[in-house]
């Protein structure tokens, strides 16, 4: 791997390369061939990745290839260590930091597109946690059911609940207990401690596929290969390791409740490869309606032969040679 550095001051004028794009639109392929042709730190963008355990379902990238070119915020927390959205917006800007005092540009590449928005804009100053509070709302949870717990969100705030699955239950617990702490969850609120109070410079490079079928087929062979590599047993040990992380952030990636479940009887086998692969279509879908709603983001369609040529060429065009 190429460890070159731009021929300026130390972090003046270096620019954030964001690589975003749907799940299994081959991000992590690309930003390896960039890595090798520009001088460029990667850190990833991944809600799943940085927990210590979850490698298979969450594509991972291999120890080889992590050890060959190194990946910032992988591996970095146990099951049981919530790791925020503030959590990634304050390592990831200390991690740009320390690159662009290195001459460097870091590469932000990953699905988590929440976390790039974080990065970006910064995030609300929200009211801290309220232990009665939230205790009466899983009280709530038990009468009504989870459902009708988010229903209730999407009335009360519509705005706030548009990017929260109906299955999050911490998202929903936390939405509420910020509704009535008059905390605000909707894109009027105010935000800050983003790249942009910095004054730097964002690349942002979308990688899609303009064939939704092609994606489709994409998503079932990663699957297949997922189970070929131990999927099941990943779960199995993390299961065993940790009984009670069902519950927890990291278990929200796709794949993991659906595994889950499937081991401990609640579903069958079949049941279970078609909930998993109907929840990583449905992800890649709400990934692409966030993008397009989401302006300023350069489009590279991943089926293009000559995409990585492409991108390189945008790259060197905009001077992070």
Same mark, same amino acid.
């Given at each position: 791997?190429?460890?070159?550095?731009?021929?300026?001051?130390?972090?003046?004028?270096?620019?954030?390369?964001?690589?975003?794009?749907?799940?299994?639109?081959?991000?992590?392929?690309?930003? $390896?061939?960039?890595?090798?042709?520009?001088?460029?730190?990667?850190?990833?963008?991944?809600?799943?990745?940085?927990?210590?355990?979850?490698?298979?379902?969450?594509?991972?990238?291999?120890?080889?290839?992590?050890?060959?070119?190194?990946?910032?915020?992988?591996?970095?927390?146990?099951?049981?260590?919530?790791?925020?959205?503030?959590?990634?917006?304050?390592?990831?800007?200390?991690?740009?930091?320390?690159?662009?005092?290195?001459?460097?540009?870091?590469?932000?590449?990953?699905?988590?597109?929440?976390?790039?928005?974080?990065?970006?804009?910064?995030? &609300?100053?929200?009211?801290?946690?309220?232990?009665?509070?939230?205790?009466? $709302?899983?009280?709530?949870?038990?009468?009504?059911?989870?459902?009708?717990?988010?229903?209730?969100?999407?009335?009360?705030?519509?705005?706030?609940?548009?990017?929260?699955?109906?299955?999050?239950?911490?998202?929903?617990?936390?939405?509420?207990?910020?509704?009535?702490?008059?905390?605000?969850?909707?894109?009027?609120?105010?935000?800050?401690?983003?790249?942009?109070?910095?004054?730097?410079?964002?690349?942002?490079?979308?990688?899609? &596929?303009?064939?939704?079928?092609?994606?489709?087929?994409?998503?079932?062979?990663?699957?297949?290969?997922? $189970?070929?590599?131990?999927?099941?047993?990943?779960?199995?040990?993390?299961?065993?390791?940790?009984?009670?992380?069902?519950?927890?952030?990291?278990?929200?990636?796709?794949?993991?409740?659906?595994?889950?479940?499937?081991?401990?009887?609640?579903?069958?086998?079949?049941?279970?490869?078609?909930?998993?692969?109907?929840?990583?279509?449905?992800?890649?879908?709400?990934?692409?309606?966030?993008?397009?709603?989401?302006?300023?983001?350069?489009?590279?369609?991943?089926?293009?032969?000559?995409?990585?040529?492409?991108?390189?060429?945008?790259?060197?065009?905009?001077?992070?040679?």
């Amino acid at each position: 791997m190429s460890r070159h550095s731009l021929n300026t001051p130390s972090g003046y004028d270096l620019p954030v390369i964001f690589l975003a794009g749907t799940t299994a639109s081959g991000k992590t392929e690309l930003a $390896l061939r960039l890595a090798e042709e520009f001088p460029i730190d990667l850190v990833s963008v991944d809600s799943g990745q940085v927990y210590r355990g979850m490698d298979i379902g969450t594509a991972k990238p291999p120890r080889k290839i992590l050890e060959r070119t190194p990946h910032a915020l992988i591996d970095i927390r146990d099951l049981e260590s919530p790791y925020s959205a503030a959590d990634f917006r304050a390592d990831a800007r200390q991690l740009i930091s320390q690159s662009h005092s290195r001459g460097r540009i870091p590469l932000c590449v990953g699905g988590t597109l929440f976390y790039f928005s974080a990065l970006l804009h910064g995030l &609300s100053k929200l009211p801290r946690a309220d232990a009665a509070l939230r205790a009466s $709302l899983e009280e709530e949870a038990q009468s009504i059911g989870w459902h009708g717990l988010y229903e209730r969100l999407r009335r009360l705030t519509p705005d706030g609940s548009e990017h929260i699955e109906p299955q999050d239950r911490q998202r929903i617990l936390r939405a509420l207990e910020i509704h009535e702490l008059g905390g605000q969850l909707g894109p009027e609120t105010q935000r800050s401690g983003g790249l942009i109070d910095a004054n730097i410079s964002v690349l942002k490079l979308c990688l899609f &596929s303009s064939d939704r079928r092609v994606l489709h087929e994409r998503i079932s062979r990663r699957f297949e290969q997922m $189970l070929a590599t131990g999927f099941l047993d990943e779960v199995k040990s993390l299961k065993s390791a940790c009984p009670d992380a069902q519950e927890t952030p990291a278990m929200r990636s796709v794949g993991y409740q659906q595994a889950w479940q499937y081991l401990d009887g609640k579903i069958g086998r079949q049941q279970f490869e078609e909930d998993t692969q109907t929840a990583t279509r449905r992800l890649a879908k709400r990934q692409l309606t966030w993008l397009r709603n989401d302006p300023g983001w350069i489009w590279f369609d991943a089926l293009n032969p000559g995409v990585i040529k492409a991108v390189s060429g945008f790259l060197a065009s905009a001077g992070c040679r």
